[in-house]
């Protein structure tokens, strides 16, 4: 099975680019033109135009996923905005993204985004951290909202597009959707090429009557301007079958039956366990928080899932259909936890240090 996506281009600011001399291919087109406009005057300006093959847009925000990198452990963050301009994927249901990820056979199913060059911010403890910015259709964005399915292929496919774009390898399994914050840092601009959103258009198995009249619209518009020939690598790229055990490797979920990976999808979430969650103070400050859960299906620790974020205890037990999320007022130090899971009683016992109110 073949696993195409679209890659398009972000840039920070289209001038500033320019007048910063930072070259890349997607940008020769205009350095060539005001380089030309400055050696010919107002006669040449009159016989170059700049290229129209492409929208410059400003996605709105969407969600930030804050994750680590695999070599270093450093913390790599992801803003998913939204923009109408790159268009939706072809609409399917987790029945049949399940058995496109079961196949063997190549698939035309393709997911478009725009993925920006990785840039240095700081992050609420003004430290400062990578991001970058990957633009998607918000028709899409709201289905990974909503699909646990969609939400762990769509974070295995930003993870092999930043491993194969960027050499950037980052924890999937340690990925998790702040929810106090939708975007670090600010949203840079994205080039979203024609050519690119009518190859999307075109691969669609049913397209609806919007999408023959956008295609057309699209057809119509086009310019001469556009490279004929070009050796240039396509911003549209199909990902070979070889490139699908990597997916797979790197996403526990898809490895599963289609099957359990629905009947885990359908509990996960569904039941908050029991719990209890104290503080411990010391000299009138919280010195440490005391969690206790009641998992009685669980029979081992390896059924349970525990993530501790600077201010986010997140537990799962995909196989039993547990899930706690919760956000504390509280620094948590995360190199210092501790958990233990009692067989005989069923119960999780977590102590979680708190960093001192500066």
């Known amino acids: ?29 205009l350095n060539q033109y005001f380089a030309g406009v400055q050696a010919g005057g107002e006669s040449r300006k009159e016989s170059l135009a700049p290229p129209r093959d492409y929208k410059v847009v400003q996605p709105k925000p969407g969600v930030c996923i804050k994750s680590f990198k695999t070599n270093t452990n450093e913390k790599f963050f992801i803003n998913v905005c939204q923009t109408d301009e790159i268009p939706a994927p072809e609409d399917i249901t987790e029945e049949q993204l399940a ?92 080039r979203v090429r024609n050519n690119d959103v009518k190859t999307v258009i075109k691969s669609y198995q049913q397209p609806t009557e919007a999408d023959k009249l956008k295609l057309a619209e699209m057809e119509r518009a086009a310019t001469s301007g556009e490279e004929i020939g070009s050796k ?53 400050e919280v010195e440490e928080l005391l969690a206790e859960f009641y998992l009685p299906k669980c029979i081992s620790s390896q059924e349970i899932t525990l993530d501790v974020g600077e201010d986010r205890i997140l537990l799962e037990s995909m196989k039993h259909g547990y899930m706690f999320d919760k956000f504390v007022n509280y620094r948590l130090n995360q190199e210092r936890v501790r958990a233990i899971f009692d067989k005989t009683n069923k119960m999780l016992q977590v102590r979680i240090p708190v960093y001192p109110v500066q």
């Open 1 to 29: 099975m073949s696993r195409p996506t679209n890659f398009l281009e972000a840039d920070s600011s289209l001038i500033e680019n320019n007048l910063l001399i930072v070259k890349n291919e997607a940008e020769e087109e």
């Open 99 to 190: 058995d496109i990820l079961q196949s063997e056979a190549p698939s035309s199913f393709r997911i478009p985004m725009s993925i920006s060059d990785p840039r240095v911010t700081k992050d609420k403890s003004n430290n400062s951290v990578d991001v970058c910015d990957i633009a998607i259709n918000p028709k899409f964005f709201v289905k990974v909202q909503k699909s646990m399915l969609f939400k762990d292929f769509f974070l295995a496919l930003i993870a092999e597009a930043l491993n194969d774009k960027y050499n950037v390898q980052i924890k999937i399994e340690k990925s998790i959707i702040l929810q106090n914050r939708k975007v670090i840092g600010t949203l840079v601009q994205h």
């Open 232 to 284: 240039r690598s396509p911003l549209v790229q199909e990902i070979d079958t070889s490139e699908v055990d990597a997916l797979k490797r790197k996403t526990v979920e898809l490895k599963e039956n289609a099957g359990k990976i629905k009947q885990s999808i359908a509990l996960a979430g569904s039941t908050v366990p029991e719990y209890k969650l104290r503080a411990k103070l010391c000299k009138e």
